[in-house]
């Protein structure tokens, strides 16, 4: 297993995350499993693909940052998720105006290549500027901003 290197586990620490939690991040039980290359990259053929051996790791300091830009999504995208559920509740137009001038807001902010947005029984679905599908990209059941391809479930309506 590789192991992250002094200057990857600093730039972490300067981030306030753990070898640990970024390797947890990426889908390794511990930093002991950590797959990605030494430099903290996900892609294992970091050094001498991305840059050189010699060179800092690019890489890094960008996941970090989508790290970062991910947690305010998910911050971000929760009291959409509460008004959408006030909406749902009370019925009336006044909350689903709210609810639904909230998700767009979100949506402009977040994912601003959307072409179309909705709220469902499961989350926050967009379709993107670049395909034809739909995609749940706030998903309630796991206060989660992981990206799912819906395109041909049911309860979504264009």
Same mark, same amino acid.
């Given at each position: ?27 390794? +039980? ?31 300091? @960008? ?12 911050a971000a995208a929760r009291p959409v ?15 689903? @105006? ?13 994912n601003p290549g959307a072409t179309w ?18 995609w749940l990209i706030y998903d309630a ?13 049911? +309860?979504?309506?264009?």
């Amino acid at each position: 297993m590789t192991q992250l290197n002094q200057e990857a586990r600093e730039t972490l620490r300067w981030a306030g995350i753990t070898p640990g939690q970024w390797a947890k991040r990426h889908g390794y +039980e511990s930093a002991k499993d950590w797959r990605g290359d030494e430099c903290g990259c996900t892609d294992d053929r970091c050094i001498g693909y991305h840059h050189d051996a010699t060179d800092e790791c690019g890489c890094l300091p @960008a996941l970090i940052e989508e790290l970062r830009r991910d947690e305010r999504k998910l911050a971000a995208a929760r009291p959409v998720w509460t008004a959408h559920e006030r909406a749902t509740e009370s019925g009336t137009v006044e909350d689903r @105006a709210a609810a639904d001038q909230l998700a767009a807001e979100w949506i402009a902010e977040y994912n601003p290549g959307a072409t179309w947005h909705g709220l469902t029984a499961r989350g926050i679905v967009y379709r993107n500027q670049w395909n034809d599908r739909t995609w749940l990209i706030y998903d309630a059941d796991r206060d989660s901003i992981e990206p799912a391809d819906v395109t041909n479930e049911t +309860e979504i309506s264009a």
